[in-house]
């Protein structure tokens, strides 16, 4: 059943157990960082107004003309899965009525309707933080340490942060007409793509990936130079309180994002293992205006599928959960006893296992194997009469025979 009617749709995945497992982990791990910088939860609606999405992140982007997956509701209004998290947080938060200082996370999947491959899902998950509040390069510098420091906490290594800058609001008409400048000579150059991206989202000619293309972007000066001194020293801020607080990041011209939000700082989180598809994390400072409402802030989110694809190399079962031990029965009596005695572990904390179908001990032992509990208890009628089990640690071999009621004790003390 792995292909046909019964399979997932392209570009969507089942997740189960050992992945589910890490996932659970990475999470948990976002959860604590959160927790250290007075960030909240948010949970906002999967299905929004198709216009929420197109105000914020704009009409003309690649995201919002080509990705969407957008359809009418019974009600007859134009609807879209959420291709990302921060216009529909910003909506919220504009309903609610929050203002500058607030501080969210969101965690939930995202869809976009890209060509399926490597590293890009048309169901992905996010974890996002917005920090709302007004242009200060601490806040950027603050977010951006954020991101670093969930990479640190779930132990992802060789991440490579690149900032940069769209520059203030003010100055984009200036930058426009100075890329379009600088670009003329080489028109004839250019790819038909980017031909009509003069016209339409000339920053996007920056990230072309077609070798033509990629040689007249190497000869174009910095963008920096068509923008403000007052954009130019935010950038530079920014760079130096990084500094400060240690967050190792390198300062590109090249980079540009694909959302139409931003000003300011931007940033993107690279890691080597991920073959084309290699951002792990972008964000940066935006200002979204949704329903006459103006909402300034600076955020980012991270690819879950490609921080555990990155974690784990492809191979997640080293994160499998384990249970601290697996209880063995010796004939019919000291099945339902382990049933009993396995509940009251249970409801103490300590993750149990058992087999209720009555196999043979070198089976049972045989699942307490693969479950790599921690330890093994054993009872048959001799041990039941006792009161006793025998508790094997399963690394050294070593086996004890000891009451239950002390087992139950060390067991849950952590054995
Ligand atoms: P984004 O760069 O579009 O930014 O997405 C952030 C991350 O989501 C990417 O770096 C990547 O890891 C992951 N991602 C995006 N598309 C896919 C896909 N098709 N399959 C798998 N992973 C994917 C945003 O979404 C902004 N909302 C970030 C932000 C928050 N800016 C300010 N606040």
């Known amino acids: 059943m792995s292909s046909g009617e019964?399979?997932?749709?392209?570009?969507?995945?089942?997740?189960?157990?050992?992945?589910?497992?890490?996932?659970?982990?990475v999470e948990e791990g976002a959860r604590e960082v959160f927790s250290c910088y007075g960030v909240r939860e948010i949970r906002t609606p999967i299905l929004e107004r198709t216009s929420v999405f197109a105000r914020a992140l704009g009409e003309g982007t690649d995201v919002v003309q080509k990705e969407m997956f957008s359809f009418e509701d019974r009600g007859g209004r134009l609807v879209s899965l959420r291709p990302e998290g921060t216009a529909g947080v910003i909506r919220a938060l504009l309903r609610l009525g929050a203002a500058a200082g607030e501080r969210v996370f969101y965690m939930g999947p995202m869809f976009r309707a890209e060509r399926p491959q490597a590293g890009r899902r048309r169901q992905f998950h996010q974890v996002g933080v917005e920090l709302l509040g007004p242009p200060?390069?601490?806040?950027?510098?603050?977010?951006?340490a954020l991101m670093a420091h969930l990479f640190e906490r779930w132990g992802l290594g060789g991440v490579k942060i690149r900032v940069f800058t769209r520059g203030r609001s003010a100055d984009h008409p200036s930058v426009r007409e100075g890329l379009l400048?600088?670009?003329e000579p080489h028109e004839a150059e250019l790819c038909a793509e980017c031909q009509r991206r003069r016209s339409t989202h000339p920053l996007r000619i920056l990230d072309c990936k077609v070798a033509g293309c990629r040689t007249v972007v190497e000869r174009l000066p910095p963008m920096t130079g068509f923008m403000s001194a007052e954009s130019r020293g935010y950038l530079e801020e920014v760079s130096r309180l990084l500094e400060r607080l240690g967050v190792p990041a390198e300062t590109d011209a090249r980079l540009i994002r694909g959302l139409d939000y931003y000003e300011h700082t931007i940033w993107e989180a690279t890691h080597p293992?991920?073959?084309?598809?290699?951002?792990?994390?972008?964000?940066?400072?935006?200002?979204?205006?949704?329903?006459g409402g103006v909402v300034e802030g600076v955020g980012f989110a991270v690819g879950l599928e490609r921080v555990i694809l990155a974690l784990s190399g492809g191979d997640a079962e080293r994160f499998a959960r384990r249970p601290t031990v697996w209880l063995v029965a010796v004939g019919d009596r000291a099945?339902?006893?382990n049933l009993v005695w396995a509940q009251e572990l249970r409801r103490g904390g300590v993750a149990c296992g058992l087999d209720l179908a009555g196999r043979s001990v070198k089976a049972q032992m045989r699942a307490a194997d693969r479950s790599r509990a921690v330890w093994v208890a054993v009872r048959g009628d001799d041990e039941l009469a006792a009161a006793a089990c025998r508790l094997k640690n399963m690394a050294t071999g070593e086996e004890t025979v000891m009451p239950v009621a002390e087992a139950t004790a060390r067991l849950r003390a952590g054995a």
């Open 6 to 25: 019964w399979a997932p749709l392209p570009g969507m995945a089942d997740l189960f157990s050992p992945e589910s497992e890490l996932w659970h982990a």
């Open 136 to 144: 200060s390069p601490m806040a950027d510098a603050e977010c951006v």
């Open 181 to 183: 400048r600088t670009l």
């Open 273 to 291: 293992a991920l073959g084309a598809q290699d951002a792990v994390a972008g964000g940066g400072r935006y200002r979204i205006e949704i329903d």
């Open 335 to 337: 099945r339902e006893e």
